[in-house]
């Protein structure tokens, strides 16, 4: 830890967070304008794709294909506006890591941003056509002649997709915020009951009413805790490490101190 870092006053870390979070705007704004030329592509694929291509898309309001291009907008700037996000969030911290914690969580800002991806990609690919054929059965079933929405139809794949990529993450989160001191994996190990049953209630909520769908949720999502509690010991013992070779330097330094 740097000794400039060390004797910043609160204002100065207020200034400090303050130009990290206008760089950060600025970069999102970069990025709008960038997604103007992606989200129609990505609108048109999404609607001729395999799960929607026999579907007809309905716009109920005059307004709702504007709305849908600036959501889809807003949703392609934050993804590629997501690593410079975190990497502002980690030049924020680092200055209180040693260097070799600084490389070292560094290295998690790709990892978070492929594990986003992945998310995004598991819950389309797989969950997304589960559920779309789900759904279709049912109305086949009712006699419900469905009429699509395109409003409606890009908010439930939203609804499903997004929290799958942002789950995604949460063995990098719990890694990083080990690293940090802030939990431990006896925390996690001890929170088990209770982490699970949060889980399954978002399991439910973004998952139509039958077992199959919920259980495709569930299990990877609890599978994916398990492994942030593996990933968050390795982390601990990086931790404790850190914090008796920080002790260890501070002794030094007193006794050096004194004979000085």
Do not use: C
């Not at 030329?37 to 794709?49: R, T, W």
């Amino acid at each position: 830890m740097s000794q400039t870092q060390k004797d910043m006053t609160v204002f100065e870390h207020i200034g400090e967070l303050q130009k990290r979070l206008m760089f950060v705007v600025v970069f999102f704004l970069l990025a709008v304008v960038a997604s103007f030329f992606l989200a129609e592509p990505l609108i048109k694929y999404l609607q001729h794709a395999d799960e929607a291509k026999e579907m007809t898309m309905n716009a109920f309001r005059v307004t709702d294909p504007l709305k849908i291009y600036m959501e889809m907008i807003m949703f392609i700037a934050v993804i590629m506006t997501s690593p410079v996000i975190l990497y502002q969030v980690w030049s924020f911290v680092s200055p209180g890591l040693y260097d070799k914690e600084r490389k070292v969580t560094l290295s998690y800002i790709p990892v978070s941003v492929l594990l986003f991806l992945g998310g995004l990609a598991f819950s389309y690919f797989i969950l997304f056509p589960y559920v779309v054929s789900f759904m279709m059965r049912l109305s086949g079933d009712l006699d419900i002649q469905q009429v699509i929405g395109i409003n409606e139809y890009f908010q439930f794949l939203f609804q499903i997709t997004i929290p799958f990529g942002l789950l995604f993450q949460l063995p990098v989160v719990m890694l990083f915020l080990t690293r940090l001191g802030i939990i431990t994996p006896m925390m996690m190990a001890k929170a088990r009951k209770a982490a699970y049953f949060v889980l399954l209630v978002i399991a439910a909520f973004i998952t139509p009413p039958d077992i199959v769908s919920h259980m495709m949720v569930t299990l990877p999502l609890l599978l994916l805790y398990e492994i942030s509690i593996g990933i968050s010991r390795i982390g601990y013992k990086k931790y404790l490490q850190a914090e008796q070779q920080m002790e260890i330097e501070r002794v030094q330094e007193e006794l050096n101190q004194r004979k000085g």
